[in-house]
């Protein structure tokens, strides 16, 4: 097989990649490296500490946690010691209290016996293994809130913000239990008593800018892509799409928009990404507009978005000045022959309709999968009515 013109390597585009600088996530690591620090240094004095962070989905929480569980793994190391690491995605690993429990104790001791015990008999076998062996451990359980909204059991908080509590004869070896929640909404699932144990303030991700968007795909590119595959312009439409109501600046879909549209070029031949295959690959994925909508909507919104996609075409833009539009619209109403054309109630209705967005006061934009394939089928309806 011949060698990619496009790729270097598309594994450096998947979310399982963790790059070796996280860009924009230094305050909220060293939060937690400040946290954890005397865990290693007199670890039999550390008080057990159960963190939780919260964020929306594809914003670096995950990746954060684990870059910053390595580090301390090395640290434990170098004095010395052992840190084992047990992350559990509750989606994917624990649909109840048991599954966790027993999947804790094979992934740490796997020698130990799991058949035949209860949830509370696998959590006391792990801490006396800890405790004999010289072991630490620091859990990460991710997705708090599909456990409690599947299962309906909270007690698996209790149990986890308590470990130090199991036997007060001797030293808990489990460092931390960190959890990691899309937003505080679990609060409201959990009693009182559990939710004083775990703390009511907790770490919290914000979403990227779209200039901090932008620099963790420049990253990227240059890690998975042919130098001159990606250009800035290909980098600023997926910042926009990115950031958009719509994704809500998920830097995961950004991956995935930039691993399609790489694929798009790679079957056609080129030799790097244009912007029309980054936007038929996010038109897939978030269609704004659809033949059915073509066909129901007036003549008038249907000029209006001629008016808008002549001008993304023309400034190869997917936000642009809403003024330009107006004119570009009304010209658009007098070439056919359209004598009271009022573009604000018709570009109002499509905002409604989320067919189009606004950026700002000044920009509107529209998401489609191809410019070329668009206009024909607008020029189509328009003739229709």
């Known amino acids: 097989m011949s060698e990619s013109r496009i790729f270097v390597d598309r594994s450096k585009l998947s979310s399982r990649y963790i790059p070796n600088e996280l860009h924009h996530r230094e305050k909220e690591m060293s939060l937690l490296q400040t946290m954890f620090k005397d865990s290693y240094i007199k670890p039999d004095e550390f008080v057990f500490l159960t963190p939780h962070i919260v964020?929306?989905?594809?914003?670096?929480?995950?990746?954060?946690?684990?870059?910053?569980?390595?580090?301390?793994?090395?640290?434990?190391?170098?004095?010395?010691?052992?840190?084992?690491?047990?992350?559990?995605?509750?989606?994917?690993?624990?649909?109840?209290?048991?599954?966790?429990?027993?999947?804790?104790?094979?992934?740490?001791?796997?020698?130990?016996?799991?058949?035949?015990?209860?949830?509370?008999?696998?959590?006391?076998?792990?801490?006396?293994?800890?405790?004999?062996?010289?072991?630490?451990?620091?859990?990460?359980?991710?997705?708090?809130?599909?456990?409690?909204?599947?299962?309906?059991?909270?007690?698996?908080?209790?149990?986890?913000?308590?470990?130090?509590?199991?036997d007060l004869s001797r030293h808990c070896n489990v460092?931390?239990?960190?959890?990691?929640?899309?937003?505080?909404?679990?609060?409201?699932?959990?009693?009182?008593?559990?939710?004083?144990?775990?703390?009511?303030?907790?770490?919290?991700?914000?979403?990227?800018?779209?200039?901090?968007?932008?620099?963790?795909?420049?990253?990227?590119?240059?890690?998975?892509?042919?130098?001159?595959?990606?250009?800035?312009?290909?980098?600023?439409?997926?910042?926009?799409?990115?950031?958009?109501?719509?994704?809500?600046?998920?830097?995961?879909?950004?991956?995935?928009?930039?691993?399609?549209?790489?694929?798009?070029?790679?079957?056609?031949?080129?030799?790097?990404?244009?912007?029309?295959?980054?936007?038929?690959?996010h038109g897939y994925n978030h269609p704004s507009i659809t033949i059915q909508d073509l066909k129901e909507l007036p003549k008038n919104h249907l000029l209006t978005l001629m008016a808008i996609l002549k001008v993304q075409n023309r400034r190869k833009k997917q936000y642009i000045e809403l003024k330009e539009v107006r004119n570009f619209a009304l010209e658009l109403a007098s070439e056919y022959k359209i004598k009271k054309f009022e573009f604000e109630d018709y570009m109002n209705d499509l905002l409604d309709r989320k067919i189009i967005e606004m950026k700002s006061l000044k920009e509107i934009g529209m998401n489609i999968t191809s410019l070329a394939e668009l206009e024909p089928l607008l020029e189509q309806q328009i003739n229709k009515k």
């Open 175 to 281: 460092i931390g239990v960190i959890f990691i929640a899309r937003s505080t909404e679990f609060h409201d699932k959990i009693d009182s008593s559990e939710l004083s144990t775990l703390g009511r303030l907790p770490i919290e991700f914000q979403p990227y800018s779209i200039e901090q968007i932008s620099d963790i795909l420049v990253t990227r590119s240059s890690e998975s892509f042919n130098p001159n595959v990606v250009g800035t312009d290909i980098i600023d439409e997926v910042s926009l799409f990115t950031t958009s109501s719509q994704i809500g600046g998920d830097v995961r879909y950004a991956l995935d928009l930039l691993l399609y549209a790489g694929n798009l070029a790679e079957v056609n031949g080129g030799d790097r990404i244009t912007l029309d295959q980054i936007r038929k690959a």
């Open 55 to 166: 964020g929306r989905s594809g914003i670096g929480k995950t990746s954060t946690i684990l870059k910053f569980s390595s580090m301390l793994e090395n640290e434990f190391k170098k004095s010395g010691l052992t840190l084992k690491v047990a992350y559990i995605n509750l989606k994917l690993q624990g649909g109840n209290k048991y599954a966790v429990y027993r999947f804790l104790l094979e992934k740490i001791a796997p020698e130990l016996p799991s058949q035949g015990l209860s949830a509370e008999e696998m959590l006391r076998y792990l801490l006396s293994y800890l405790y004999e062996n010289k072991l630490y451990i620091l859990i990460i359980l991710d997705e708090i809130e599909f456990l409690l909204r599947s299962s309906k059991d909270s007690g698996i908080i209790y149990d986890f913000t308590r470990l130090n509590e199991f």
